[in-house]
Nanobody, 122 residues
Framework: QVQLVESGGGLVQAGGSLRLSCAAS????????MGWFRQAPGKEREFVAG???????YYADPVKGRFTISRDNAKNTAYLQMNSLKPEDTAVYSC????????????????WGQGTQVTVSS
């Protein structure tokens, strides 16, 4: 089992920045791919970014150039740095873990955090 806990969400004005953290405990963090997803009210959960166990990185088109995913295996933590935030980025952001390489489908992930709310005001 892997337990994931997100933090760092909040309210920010458009153009601002937030840094989300996902702290993992349980099995060996470095063996897992980490993904960040978001779900806005009335919408399906969508892939935001993913990082493989070796550091290969993938982004969804809407966040490319604005968001940066990273991981610190020594701290068992994944991060999502979000810059130039827009009102349409408002959502509950969740981190998830699966073996080795990230996928874009939420159903491909085995472990999930509880989510953290990000609200971007215009």
């Amino acid at each position: 089992q892997v337990q994931l806990v997100e933090s760092g969400g909040g309210l920010v004005q458009a153009g601002g920045s937030l840094r989300l953290s996902c702290a993992a405990s349980g099995r060996t963090f470095s063996n897992y791919a980490m993904g960040w997803f978001r779900q806005a009210p009335g919408k399906e959960r969508e892939f935001v970014a993913g990082i493989s166990w070796r550091g290969l990185i993938y982004y969804a088109d809407p966040v490319k150039g604005r968001f940066t995913i990273s991981r610190d295996n020594a701290k068992n933590t994944a991060y999502l740095q979000m810059n130039s935030l827009k009102p349409e980025d408002t959502a509950v952001y969740s981190c998830a873990a699966r073996d080795l390489y990230p996928r874009t489908a939420p159903t491909d992930y085995d472990y999930w955090g509880q989510g953290t709310q990000v609200t971007v005001s215009s």
